[in-house]
């Protein structure tokens, strides 16, 4: 069984500039997050979904920060003008119920803004 | 403030010996507590996890003291090897609030 993938890898970006990240959840997972991880922290939760619906968005900075999840499947979380304090790593999980299962991560996209 | 503290950033011993990883958390509604391996350039993965009506769970060489008392846990490893040496991050979720809240972690260097 495939894993949860994430693209790009790797992102560097002048601030100001916009940025994507993509997430392919494991197959059959119903609960997809994005977190972000500064370097030598734990991940910090921005968003959750179940299916297409966002459960939880409260920690997105939502002026700058955008997530969609259209088909309940992949995902895509957007960053309009990037800062330097959005560098960090961006994580992607899924989870396969909607209990406190076990949340599998993709190896994140590593963000560094100039 | 932090709910979840993992109070030593690193940590570093011998191969061979028991690793001891503490972890402590303020909210009283936490009922769920895993711990996650992260290895560098890679996601965190499930490593073990407890419930609060337990006060301990072991996998192997791995085990969960919990002590709900307390408001703390402590992850051991037991022989550890040099493939142990990673970053181990304590978490925990209230009930049915699906939501993990992360510990900063511990990097554990284990030499040979």
């Known amino acids: 069984e495939a894993g949860v993938t994430q693209s790009p890898r790797y992102a560097v970006l002048q601030e100001g500039q916009a940025v994507s990240f993509w997430c392919d959840p494991i197959s059959g997972h119903d609960t997809l997050y994005w977190y972000q991880q500064p370097r030598d922290q734990g991940p910090q939760l921005l968003v959750y979904?179940?299916?297409?619906?966002?459960?939880?968005n409260s920690q997105l900075p939502s002026d700058r920060f955008s997530a969609v999840r259209p088909k309940g499947t992949n995902s895509t979380l957007k960053i309009q003008s990037a800062k330097q304090g959005d560098t960090a790593t961006y994580l992607c999980?899924?989870?396969?119920?909607?209990?406190?299962?076990?949340?599998?991560f993709g190896p994140g996209t590593r963000l560094l803004v100039l | 403030q932090q709910q979840v503290r993992q109070s030593s950033q690193s940590l570093t011993v011998w191969e061979g010996e028991t690793a001891i990883l503490n972890c402590s958390y303020e909210?009283?509604?936490?009922?769920?507590f895993p711990w996650y391996q992260q290895f560098p350039g890679e996601g965190p993965a499930l490593l073990i996890a407890i419930r609060s009506v337990s006060d301990k769970k072991e996998d192997g060489r791995f085990t969960i003291f919990f002590n709900k008392r307390e408001k703390n846990l402590s992850l051991h490893i037991k022989d550890s090897q040099p493939g142990d040496s990673a970053t181990y991050f304590c978490?925990?979720?209230?009930?049915?609030?699906?939501?993990?809240?992360w510990g900063s972690g511990t990097k554990l260097i284990i030499k040979p």
């Open positions: 909210n009283s509604a936490f009922d769920y």
């Open positions: 999980a899924s989870s396969p119920g909607t209990g406190v299962d076990t949340q599998y």
């Open positions: 979904f179940r299916d297409e619906a966002v459960i939880d």
């Open positions: 978490a925990a979720s209230a009930g049915s609030n699906y939501q993990l809240i």
